[in-house]
């Protein structure tokens, strides 16, 4: 593999989580990644545990990049996390507008990612590289396709360094993504997110919940292997090898895997990508 690679960590909930997270952090540090991030909670729910998360990876001697969500959010309670963040030693963050929890009224300060990301340039100026959410397939929510790109636009504007896409199967989604920014005068790096395939009905919820499309293909090939766990880690591990190659093959500025806290399906795909 000769270009960066990143890897995504959600915060575990148990000691037990924990420790499995502590072995499979060590698995992938083999692969020598640019930065860790860790994830955070619909409404700030895991701020605790992407902190401490955030922390053991610095400790381990690798960058580590904190989510940061502002849904529900005040200017004086994200001033106190990025103090907190910086004392930490965290230089880099994926700032982004989150998710509401559950039952949880509109609220806060902040109301879209762009204005999280103009809060933390005023108040920090350079001190943190803020990555920030594409959708190559456009968010679930967005009300057009055009004002779903306009929304990515701002965000750069606002002060992103660069990108990290929701993960796709689809090369072409992120091909046309990229073109249709650039055209928008955005040029910041664009990463590929990447979601390794190791479950069917975990990856089939996850991608109706975020709008990331499986092509039909894909979906009837894992459906016809039903409970075949290991023609199903199998395929997906031969599809999205060829993914990270073909993105690779293309210039792409690093790929960023989705790792659901496990390292042998993002290993194995790294391992296959054997220097150009």
Known sequence: MNIPVSFEFFPPKTPEGADKLRATRQALYAHRPEFCSVTF??????QEGTFSTVKAILGEGVAAASHF???????ATVREQLAALRAMGVQRLVALRGDLPSGYGAGGEFHY????VTFIRNETGDAFHIEVAAYPEIHPQARSAEADLQAFAAKVRAGADSAITQYFFNADA????VDDVQRLGVRVPV???IMPITSSTQLMR????????IPRWIRLRLQGFGDDTASIRSFGLDVMTAL???LRASGVPGIH??????????????RRLKPA
Do not use: H, W
């Not at 909670?41 to 895991?46: N, V």
């Not at 969500?69 to 200017?75: F, L, W």
């Not at 990612?113 to 999280?116: K, M, V």
């Not at 895997?257 to 790294?270: D, G, P």
């Open 113 to 116: 990612a762009s204005d999280l």
């Open 174 to 177: 992120y091909f046309r993504f």
């Open 257 to 270: 895997f989705y790792t659901m806290n496990q390292a042998a399906a993002t290993s194995e795909i790294i």
């Open 244 to 246: 990270c190659d073909q």
């Open 69 to 75: 969500s502002c849904v529900g959010a005040t200017k």
């Open 191 to 193: 990463v590929p997110g």
């Open 41 to 46: 909670g619909a409404g700030g729910s895991t």
């Open 206 to 213: 996850f991608s109706d919940a975020c709008g990331a499309e």
